[in-house]
């Protein structure tokens, strides 16, 4: 599955994929109740629900102080990096 199809039905802040590791992230200012582990099972039950087979790699929270205009991967963001089979 290509990045322009999975961006169809998961809408996160970036969606990348390097050497067959697929990459989900979201930036956030405020959790609002929100956490690594939740963004890992939306992302989970979003791909079966389309009978997506993957290899759950790693999922975390990375915090940063704000920095206006950076890029998302060195902003505060949860992500999920997965194998698409």
Same mark, same amino acid.
């Given at each position: 599955? @290509?990045?322009?199809?999975?961006?169809?039905?998961? $809408?996160?802040?970036?969606?990348?994929?390097?050497?067959? @590791? *697929? *990459?989900?992230?979201?930036?956030?200012?405020? *959790?609002?109740?929100?956490? %690594? =582990? /939740?963004? /890992?099972?939306?992302?989970?039950? /979003?791909?079966?629900?389309?009978? @997506?087979?993957? =290899?759950? #790699?790693?999922? $975390?929270?990375? !915090?940063?102080?704000?920095?206006?205009? %950076?890029p998302?991967?060195?902003?505060?963001? !949860?992500? #999920?990096?997965? /194998?698409?089979?």
């Open positions: 599955m @290509i990045i322009s199809e999975l961006k169809k039905i998961i $809408y996160v802040s970036s969606i990348s994929n390097y050497k067959g @590791i *697929t *990459t989900f992230r979201q930036s956030y200012f405020y *959790t609002n109740n929100m956490n %690594a =582990e /939740k963004f /890992k099972n939306e992302i989970v039950n /979003k791909l079966m629900e389309h009978n @997506i087979k993957f =290899e759950l #790699v790693d999922y $975390y929270d990375y !915090w940063a102080p704000f920095k206006g205009g %950076a998302i991967s060195k902003q505060s963001h !949860w992500c #999920v990096k997965l /194998k698409i089979l």
